[in-house]
């Protein structure tokens, strides 16, 4: 059974920096493109970045770009989203997933879905 | 402000059909697949389905995607009480570089 776990979510200051990790299990981590997905309760989805399954293809949208950095793990199985500079418009539930190829660029398929952890940016 | 434009809300009594359009552009649904989520109240959103019209082993068959140009549709025949989520399109974006989901419609069973 496939299990994503985020972890790292919390209460941080406007200008501060978290750290998002997800660790994984029940596929063959190396075989897939990861990504983050974000939610603010009661609204929509919005793709915050992806990450091939080498790390040789990363992207960010335009909302994050320059102020998060997603990497990955193959070794241990995890993924992670460093957020630096948060905004209080960075509140949402963050969610760990699985694409279901190993390539994300234009054929992105999310397979999987971790349950979430929350950030809340606010002063 | 959501790169594909799906209805807020869509609604049906059991077993009726309903049908759920995303409209998008030439940079992403026109040129790319539209995948379809699911997602039930309180929960994560699951996958439902892919490459327009493909459905993940568990899907039952009364869902169904299509598309054409830069449009797609969901639709949900023999509607179920236990279809009552929201249901989100997604496609990538080749002007943005970046994966774009719809404004998500919120199906009610009547």
């Known amino acids: 059974e496939v299990q994503l776990v985020e972890s790292g979510g919390g209460l941080v200051q406007p200008g501060r920096s978290l750290r998002l990790s997800c660790t994984t299990s029940?596929?063959?981590?190396?075989?897939?493109?990861m990504h983050w997905v974000r939610q603010v309760p009661g609204r929509g989805l919005e793709w915050v970045s992806g990450?091939?399954?080498?790390?040789?293809?990363?992207a960010y949208a335009d909302s994050v770009k320059g102020r998060f950095t997603i990497s990955r793990d193959n070794a241990r199985s995890s993924l992670s989203l460093q957020m630096n500079s948060l905004r209080t418009e960075d509140t949402a539930l963050y969610y760990c997933?699985?694409?279901?190829?190993?390539?994300?660029?234009?054929?992105?398929?999310?397979?999987?879905w971790g349950q979430g952890a929350l950030v809340t940016v606010s002063s | 402000q959501s790169v594909l434009t799906q209805p807020p809300s869509a609604s049906g009594t059991p077993g009726q059909r309903v049908t759920i359009s995303c409209s998008g552009s030439?940079?992403?649904?026109?040129?790319?697949?539209v995948t379809w989520y699911q997602q039930l109240p309180g929960t994560a959103p699951k996958l439902l389905i892919y490459?327009?019209?493909q459905r993940p082993s568990g899907v039952p068959d009364r869902f169904s995607g299509s598309k054409s140009g830069t449009s797609a549709s969901l639709a949900i025949s023999g509607l179920q009480s236990e279809d009552e989520a929201d249901y989100f399109c997604?496609?990538?974006?080749?002007?943005?570089?970046?994966?774009?989901f719809g404004s998500g419609t919120k199906v009610t069973v009547l």
């Open positions: 997933a699985k694409d279901k190829y190993g390539e994300f660029v234009v054929v992105t398929t999310i397979a999987h």
């Open positions: 029940g596929f063959t981590f190396d075989d897939h493109a």
């Open positions: 990450i091939n399954w080498n790390s040789g293809s990363i």
């Open positions: 030439s940079s992403n649904i026109g040129s790319n697949i």
């Open positions: 490459g327009n019209n």
């Open positions: 997604a496609a990538w974006d080749d002007s943005l570089s970046g994966y774009g």
